[in-house]
T-cell receptor, first 111, second 115 residues
Framework: GGIITQTPKFLIGQEGQKLTLKCQQNFNHDTMYWYRQDSGKGLRLIYYSITENDLQKGDLSEGYDASREKKSSFSLTVTSAQKNEMAVFLC??????????FGPGTRLTVL | GDSVTQTEGQVALSEEDFLTIHCNYSASGYPALFWYVQYPGEGPQFLFRASRDKEKGSSRGFEATYDKGTTSFHLRKASVQESDSAVYYCALGELPGTGSNRLTFGKGTKFSLIP
């Protein structure tokens, strides 16, 4: 089996700050994803990548950047944190679209 | 674009009751349909899928049947237990090899047991 590791587990930032979230997977999967999870809104796709150095925008990409420099890692940057923002960011990977494996999430709080 | 609508908010039942969570979809093509489950403090995990009309997916006592006529994929379980308390997500996606690896998720339905 494999595992997805997300760091940090909790992230507290200030308004306007640039914040970076990291994700590592050892499944050797080609595709990786970043989702945002808000209460009552489900999972919304921010960015995904189908191979190293590839980036595809999701439905919620505005305000975010992403980077896939290695097959095993995928990072997400919040370019300017919004005051009172609270959400969980979930990273996932898949070999195909049938089964996505998720990490435990990074919980963001902006003061 | 593609979308998924599922039972809103929360469902609460007594132990051994029958659980139904409704899921309806809207898609331009012929999507694959999925159920994912998320336990507290964890990321979602794949429950099962169905890829064609009338196909039944099942896992851990849960099941759903792909119905193209009513564009539905309702989740059912005959006898719920405490361990089933979780958030359930319905999702749709294109079949592998069709060019997209994306899934579109519903907003989630939280199931809990009435003590």
């Amino acid at each position: 089996g494999g595992i997805i590791t997300q760091t940090p587990k909790f992230l507290i930032g200030q308004e306007g700050q640039k914040l970076t979230l990291k994700c590592q997977q050892n499944f050797n999967h080609d595709t990786m994803y970043w989702y945002r999870q808000d209460s009552g809104k489900g999972l919304r796709l921010i960015y995904y990548s189908i191979t190293e150095n590839d980036l595809q925008k999701g439905d919620l990409s505005e305000g975010y950047d992403a980077s896939r420099e290695k097959k095993s890692s995928f990072s997400l940057t919040v370019t300017s944190a919004q005051k009172n923002e609270m959400a969980v960011f979930l990273c996932a990977s898949s070999a195909d679209s049938y089964e996505q494996y998720f990490g435990p999430g990074t919980r963001l709080t902006v003061l | 674009g593609d979308s998924v609508t599922q039972t809103e908010g929360q469902v609460a039942l007594s132990e051994e009751d029958f659980l139904t969570i409704h899921c309806n979809y809207s898609a331009s093509g012929y999507p694959a349909l999925f159920w994912y489950v998320q336990y507290p403090g964890e990321g979602p995990q794949f429950l099962f899928r169905a890829s064609r009309d009338k196909e039944k997916g099942s896992s851990r006592g849960f099941e759903a049947t792909y119905d193209k006529g009513t564009t539905s994929f309702h989740l059912r379980k005959a006898s719920v237990q405490e361990s089933d308390s979780a958030v359930y997500y319905c999702a749709l996606g294109e079949l592998p090899g069709t060019g997209s690896n994306r899934l579109t998720f519903g907003k989630g339905t939280k199931f809990s047991l009435i003590p």
